[in-house]
Every structure is written in C-alpha cells, then in structure tokens.
C-alpha cells in the first residue's frame, strides 16, 4: 500500500470538494483517483470492506476512511497544523455542529438541484459524463449523458421536479442559516478558518463556481436559482473563503488509470 495518501473522490463533488480542500490546506502530499461515477460505489465498498458506499475515501496510514467528516477527523489528528478545529472545546463543539448541519440540510439538497437542472441541458451532461468515463466509453458522449441522468435520476432523485423544487427551498434555507450564523463576522467559528467554514463554502460551491474551485459545469446550469440571489452577502462570502483560503493542488493521480485497476 502507498505510503502517500490516496484519495479516491469524483471530480465535481461538492462533498468531494471538501476533502480535497481539507488536504489542500494542510498542504498534504497525496495522490487522487477518480473511477468512473457509480462505478465508484463498487470501489468504495471495496476499499473499505462494505463500510461506505460512496466517496470521498482517503487511504491513510493503512486504514481506508469513508465520510468527510470522519476522514477531516483523522486529518486533524495526522496533520495538526494548520488545524480546521478551533482549540476552545465550546467553539470546536459548535464546529463540529455546524459541519454535521450543512452536511446535512445542504449537501444532498445541492446535489438533487444540481444534477436535476445538469439534466435538462443533455449535451453538456453527455460532455461532462464522458470527460469523468473510461476511454472506451468516453467517445460516447450520448450513452455516457444518457447513463449519467439514470444514475443521478435512481440515486439521488434528481429525475423529480417536486423533489428539486423542495431541494431549491432546503437549499434557501441554508443561506439563510450561513448569512444567520455569519452575522457582522467573516467566519462562522471565532475569528480563523475552521472546519465548519470549509464545509459550507464547499457544498454552497456549485452556487458561486469560484476559481479556485472545481471545473467543469458552467454558471447557466444553476442559473435560475443563482441570478437571483447575485447579491446576497452569504454568497459573496463563499466566494471570498475560497479566494483567502482555498490553495491550489498540484500533485497527484488523474482519473486515467483504468476503472477496473482501480481498486486492486
């Protein structure tokens, strides 16, 4: 097993995104694999012996991590500086609080969204689909964004306008919460970068399509919710997180590795 820390994440992720922050930030030298989306459930059952059925997973020190927030947990506790947990056990405790909240009223809400709205423009699923497939079904853009839209549509319940519409209002309520919790303060926790800060800017990521952050789906995707909401401070705020703290990786393993050799 490498002695370098491998993690396995989907390239447009926003939960993915918070990993590989994670491990930006802490300036970790590591490699990432990328199998093909829902071929990755397969691999992660593997990895970890039937414990996670999705990414991201980290391989550290011999042990094989699924979940952000227990692998951001054992990140801490192997690199500790620079730390995403405040010292002060009442702030770290309300860290961890917010971590577990976004995690969970915004991140699956964001992603039902976002495929839901990646699924009306088929050309550009096809295209992002096919960019994330093994080479022999790459140059199969239809059959790739035809797949994509399945996967998405069974597993998150993407395919539901009703549902979309709820995700819509889950996720304004989320911006409400960050731009609550902000109030007059530029974090959420104290006054540095903390986990419970990484963790919002990265599921709002899709939102705002920083720099800094993931490529590949273009502003028009989301921009009905978006346009809208231009100006709200909770926005510009993950824009700037990004921009203070997001370093850029440059090392490591590209999704070309064959899928099948994946998880060997």
Request: proline letters at 7%.
């Amino acid at each position: 097993m490498s002695s370098r820390p491998i993690l396995w994440h989907i390239a447009i992720s926003h939960y993915n995104e918070k990993i590989r922050w994670a491990l930006d930030y802490k300036e970790v030298d590591h490699e990432r694999r990328a199998p093909m989306p829902g071929l990755h459930m397969a691999v992660a059952l593997r990895l970890t012996h039937g414990r996670c059925a999705t990414f991201p997973v980290l391989e550290l020190d011999g042990r094989r991590i699924g979940d952000s927030t227990a692998i951001i947990a054992a990140l801490e506790e192997r690199y500790p500086d620079p730390p995403l947990y405040p010292a002060r056990p009442g702030d770290r405790a309300r860290a961890l609080e917010l971590e577990d909240w976004f995690d969970r009223e915004l991140g699956p809400y964001m992603r039902r969204y976002a495929f839901h709205e990646l699924a009306r423009h088929r050309a550009l699923f096809g295209q992002i689909a096919s960019s994330a497939a093994p080479r022999w079904l790459a140059r199969y853009r239809g059959a790739a964004g035809a797949y994509g839209r399945v996967f998405t549509r069974l597993r998150f319940g993407a395919g539901s306008d009703r549902r979309a519409e709820e995700a819509r209002e889950r996720i304004l309520i989320a911006l409400d919460e960050l731009e609550m919790r902000l109030g007059a303060g530029d974090y959420l926790v104290g006054d540095r970068f903390t986990v419970a800060d990484l963790t919002a800017a990265s599921l709002f990521y899709p939102m705002v399509l920083p720099p800094e952050g993931p490529k590949g789906m273009p502003e028009s995707v989301l921009a009905e919710l978006t346009e809208p909401l231009a100006g709200r401070r909770g926005l510009r705020w993950v824009r700037e997180m990004f921009r203070r703290h997001r370093r850029r990786w440059s090392t490591g393993l590209r999704s070309d590795v064959p899928a099948e050799r994946l998880a060997s």
